[in-house]
Nanobody, 120 residues
């Protein structure tokens, strides 16, 4: 089972960026999916989580600017980031809780980070 995050890059303050996260492999059922981020020298923090049914919770620092969505049929999640600020610069990680085709046990999986740099 793998999570592949993509879409990071360099963007100016006030700009937008869209991240993608695709789950692949012997996936059973995916429950929650989420985005987290970690800036240099800081702890990893919640960006947002979306349940399989579409309920969403955002971190306080991104409310009103970021939007999470997912397509269960495609095992894919997106993060639309608008009105980006300098402090949004971080490595962004996708995460999911899922079972596999050989075990019904729900396991936490992490993708590799994709770097978002907000700079003028």
């Amino acid at each position: 089972v793998q999570l592949q995050a993509s879409g990071g890059g360099l963007v100016q303050p006030g700009g937008s960026l869209r991240l993608s996260c695709v789950a692949s492999g012997s996936i059973g059922n995916i429950d929650d999916m989420g985005w987290f981020r970690q800036a240099l020298g800081k702890q990893r923090e919640l960006v947002g989580i979306i349940t399989r049914r579409g309920s969403i919770r955002y971190g306080d620092s991104v409310k009103g600017r970021f939007t999470i969505s997912r397509d269960n049929a495609k095992n894919t999640m997106w993060l639309q980031m608008n009105s980006l600020k300098l402090e949004d610069t971080a490595a962004y990680y996708c995460q999911m809780v899922a079972s596999t085709t050989w075990s019904s046990r729900q396991t936490n999986y992490w993708g590799q980070g994709t770097l978002v740099t907000v700079s003028s």
